[in-house]
């Protein structure tokens, strides 16, 4: 790094390790689950009825726990909130690299539930509207994992 001016220069991103152990708790192990069985749950809170997708333990909205017995399996149907269109990405190295084709990442609210998910879509940006439905595309292969959907793409 180096600075100019008071301008700070920096190229590429810090790169930071972090050696630590995380359990994803019981609800988001079955939720990986369900993915290889091309099943999309989410958790209810039994006391205010918020829906999370994906599954939370703790309802934010009213503070209760969330457990196994409060999932829900979601259509994998919902409505586009909104979206934008990215011509770069990391690199895993934290540096950013141009991408051959700009890809398009949308805000979906799942039907049934209250929260929004951010997934990859598969339209043009010129035929996306708010409001629109839009349908969970599964990859052909399914290994219990985010990589299991390959994306959203308009409904119908």
């Known amino acids: 790094m180096e600075t100019k001016a008071g301008v700070l220069v920096v190229n590429g991103l810090p790169v930071v390790q972090a050696q630590f152990c995380w359990s994803v708790g019981n609800q988001m192990q079955s939720f990986l689950k369900a993915l ?29 726990k969330m457990g196994e017995k409060d999932l829900v399996e979601l259509s994998g149907e919902g409505v586009l909130l909104g979206w934008t269109v990215a011509h770069v990405e990391l690199d895993g190295k934290g540096n950013f690299v141009d991408l051959k084709k700009p890809k398009i990442i949308g805000a979906i609210r799942l039907d049934g539930a209250n929260s929004t998910v951010f997934m990859p879509l598969e339209a043009e940006a010129g035929e996306l509207k708010p409001g629109m439905k839009m349908a969970l595309k599964w990859n052909s292969e399914t290994k219990g994992g985010w990589k299991d959907i390959s994306c959203f793409k308009p409904a119908g």
């Not at 091309?38 to 918020?50: I, N, R, T, V």
């Open 36 to 64: 290889a069985q091309k099943k999309f749950l989410a958790s209810k809170c039994p006391e205010c009825g918020y829906v999370y997708a994906p599954p939370r333990n703790t309802c934010h909205k009213c503070g209760k």
